[in-house]
C-alpha cells in the first residue's frame, strides 16, 4: 500500500438495516486504491469476501462503476469504468462530503453508503477502523429481508427455527447472538493481519 501524506476517514454504513444500524468509521491512506478499500470494508465489517463488488456513484445506475474486471464487463454499458486495483481513493474522493455506494453481493445486495468525513493531513501507512455498531449481517443470509427474519428469530429462543439459525451460524445450543455486538479492537487486529 502506498504511503500517503494526507488521510481519509470514512463513515461506511450498510442501507437498510436498522435496530441497530451497522457502520463502521475507516480511516484510509488519500492514495490508496479502491481494491485496498474493498479489502479494509471486508475486514471492518466481518465480510469473507466471497461474492463479486463495486463501487458506484448510483444505486444501480450506468454512471461510475469502479471494481474487479470480470467476464461479465461486456453485458454492461456503464459510462465510467475503472479497474480497482489502480484507480486511488484521492481520484474520485476530492472534498470531505462526498458519497459513494459499495455494494457487495449482487445477490443479497448489501449496498453501503460511503461517506468521506474528514480529510487530514497526516501520514499512515494501512487502513484503521477507529468505530463502529452493530454486528454484520453473515454472508447468504438472504440480504436485508434475510438477515431481519435471522434477527427475529435468533431473539426468540422459543421459535422453531431457533436452533436451525444457531446450527446454521455454528453455534452451539443455548448460545447467545447479539446483533448488537461489534468489538474495534478485534476490528483493527484483523486488519492489521491482513495489511
Known amino acids: 500500500m502506498l504511503v500517503s501524506s494526507s488521510t481519509y476517514q470514512f463513515k461506511v454504513q450498510i442501507k437498510g438495516i436498522t435496530q441497530p444500524p ?35 456513484d448510483k444505486s444501480f445506475g450506468y ?18 469504468v475503472r479497474d480497482a486495483a ?3 481513493l484521492s481520484s474520485v474522493f476530492l472534498k470531505e462530503g462526498d458519497k459513494l455506494i459499495y455494494v457487495y453481493d449482487f445477490g443479497d445486495s448489501w449496498e453501503h453508503k460511503i461517506t468521506l468525513e474528514k480529510i487530514a493531513e497526516e501520514s499512515i501507512e494501512k487502513p484503521n477502523c477507529i468505530a463502529g455498531k452493530g454486528k454484520c449481517p453473515p ?4 440480504g436485508i429481508g434475510g438477515y431481519a427474519y435471522m434477527k427475529h428469530v435468533l431473539v426468540d429462543k422459543s421459535h ?18 447479539n446483533p ?15 495489511f
Open 139 to 142: 454472508e447468504d443470509c438472504g
Open 22 to 56: 451497522v457502520w463502521r468509521r475507516i480511516i484510509m491512506p488519500a492514495e490508496a486504491s479502491f481494491i485496498d478499500f474493498h479489502h479494509a470494508i471486508q475486514v471492518s465489517f466481518g465480510w469473507h469476501n466471497a461474492h463479486l463488488y463495486e463501487f458506484a
Open 86 to 88: 489502480s484507480t486511488p
Open 160 to 177: 422453531e427455527e431457533h436452533d436451525t439459525f444457531l446450527e446454521w451460524l455454528g453455534l452451539d445450543d443455548g448460545s447467545d447472538w
Open 63 to 80: 454512471g461510475l462503476s469502479i471494481k474487479e474486471p470480470n467476464e461479465f464487463d461486456d453485458e454492461f454499458e456503464y459510462s465510467d
Open 180 to 194: 448488537h455486538e461489534f468489538n474495534v479492537v478485534d476490528a483493527q487486529k484483523m486488519l492489521n493481519n491482513v
